[in-house]
């Protein structure tokens, strides 16, 4: 059983490109969350997606940042127009719907690491 | 805001000690706590986790504490090997389904041969 998967996992970018960062959840995991990592820090929560809606975005920035997560494919989380301070490790978890036994339980992805140039 | 903090940004600990981790939060409605390991260039790998309706929680080798009146969570990782050198991250949430994650700044744990 494959864990979460991201890619690309490194990304460099210059400024005022876009940046797509893909993540498939575990099998059978309906809830993916993202998560914003600057260096020496913890991880940040930006938004939380279930297939074909958002949840909770409160911690995704007002501009240039969306997220979704379509009924089939990947979770995609497009930063657009990118800025020196966009670098960073961005981080998927995914979890389990609400009637599993751990249902708050987060299994975390490797990460894209963004350099923004 | 609510936030999660640590004590001790590092920890240097021998081969073969224990190790207390420790973790402070302020959102006192927060009921699910969770200690991540991240290992350099990693995702955080889930270790053990613990609800507010216990004090103690033992797993391999680790041991949470959960002291509700002062807000404090630790992490106690018994005969630390080398492989358990990394940063470890306390996070709260609401124990509820489709809960985010609050994680702490995190502690640099460092086994010294």
């Known amino acids: 059983n494959a864990g979460v998967m991201q890619n690309p996992r490194h990304l460099v970018r210059r400024r005022g490109q876009e940046a797509r960062l893909r993540c498939s959840p575990m099998?059978?995991?309906?809830?993916v969350y993202w998560y914003r990592q600057l260096p020496e820090e913890g991880l940040k929560f930006m938004v939380y997606?279930?297939?074909?809606?958002?949840?909770?975005e409160s911690g995704m920035p007002k501009e240039r940042f969306s997220a979704e997560f379509p009924k089939e494919g990947p979770s995609i989380l497009r930063i657009q127009q990118v800025v020196r301070g966009d670098s960073a490790a961005y981080f998927c978890?995914?979890?389990?719907?609400?009637?599993?036994?751990?249902?708050?339980?987060?299994?975390f992805g490797p990460g894209t690491r963004l350099t923004v140039l | 805001g609510e936030s999660v903090g640590l004590h001790l940004p590092t920890l240097s600990v021998q081969e073969g000690d224990n190790s207390i981790i420790n973790c402070a939060y302020s959102?006192?409605?927060?009921?699910?706590f969770i200690w991540y390991k991240q290992e350099s260039g990693k995702g955080p790998q889930f270790i053990i986790d613990i609800r507010s309706n216990m004090d103690k929680r033992q797993g391999q080798r680790v041991t949470v504490l959960l002291n509700k009146t002062v807000k404090h969570l630790s992490l106690q990782i018994a005969a630390t090997q080398p492989g358990d050198s990394a940063v470890y991250f306390c996070?709260?949430?609401?124990?509820?389904?489709?809960?985010?994650?609050?994680f702490g700044p995190g502690t640099r744990l460092s086994v010294l041969p």
């Open positions: 959102n006192s409605a927060s009921d699910y």
């Open positions: 997606l279930q297939k074909e809606n958002i949840i909770d």
């Open positions: 996070a709260e949430a609401r124990d509820n389904y489709g809960q985010n994650f609050v």
């Open positions: 978890a995914s979890s389990p719907g609400r009637w599993a036994e751990r249902v708050n339980e987060q299994f």
């Open positions: 099998k059978g995991h309906s809830h």
